[in-house]
T-cell receptor, first 117, second 115 residues
């Protein structure tokens, strides 16, 4: 069975601080995908990144960066120089591909990030 | 605006009733995903369709069913509703069924309240 743990329920930082959101996953499958999603106070869901299990290269997109480490089953998300607009609930998710066509997702409970001005 | 539309935005109904939620994917997207978000269960994946065919099934109850039509819009049918079905239902779309650089685009959600 698959499982995603986000141990940090809530994080509060002051603007311009760097913050890392932790994500630990469990799966016995060798092929899987990891995701991060953002849900701002307005309620919509925003896809941030998708990473497959064979690509451990870290990714940077502007102020966002992701660190994927298979050895520790972690896929952590760092926001550099946080801004008030980064305040949201962030979800980490794991997907196992079914026969190469479908994806079955498991979500973590989310981390609520508050960035204070 | 993600390009994914969901109707209705809000729905209030009574226990035992049946409702249909509709999702129109972005133009050109072949895959549709349905998710449920509730206070009790958090975010849960329900089901995925790709070009009219079911591709993956998650924690979808037997009282729930979905389909994707030839024009690629999708409907999620919820029947014999219970109080615990009150939740925000999101759909998302993507071009394929899980390509390497694929992005998912989410609709604004349908908020269902069962009284």
């Amino acid at each position: 069975a698959q499982k995603v743990t986000q141990a940090q329920t809530e994080i509060s930082v002051v603007e311009k601080e760097d913050v890392t959101l932790d994500c630990v996953y469990e799966t016995r499958d060798t092929t899987y995908y990891l995701f991060w999603y953002k849900q701002p106070p307005s309620g919509e869901l925003v896809f941030l990144i998708r990473r497959n299990s064979f690509d451990e290269q870290n990714e940077i997109s502007g102020r966002y960066s992701w660190n994927f480490q298979k050895s520790t089953s972690s896929f952590n998300f760092t926001i550099t120089a946080s801004q008030v607009v980064d305040s949201a609930v962030y979800f980490c998710a794991l997907s196992v591909s079914k026969s190469g066509y479908g994806q079955n997702f498991v979500f973590g409970p989310g981390t609520r990030l508050s960035v204070l001005p | 605006d993600s390009g994914v539309t969901q109707t209705p935005k809000h729905l209030i109904t009574a226990t035992g009733q049946r409702v249909t939620l509709r999702c129109s994917p972005r133009s050109g997207d072949l895959s549709v995903y349905w998710y449920q978000q509730s206070l009790d269960q958090g975010l849960q994946f329900l089901i995925q369709y790709y070009n009219g065919e079911e591709r993956a099934k998650g924690n979808i109850l037997e009282r729930f069913s979905a389909q994707q039509f030839p024009d690629l819009h999708s409907e999620l049918n919820l029947s014999s509703l219970e109080l615990g079905d009150s939740a925000l239902y999101f759909c998302a779309s993507s071009v394929w069924a899980g390509g390497p650089q694929e992005t998912q685009y989410f609709g604004p959600g349908t908020r269902l309240l069962v009284l």
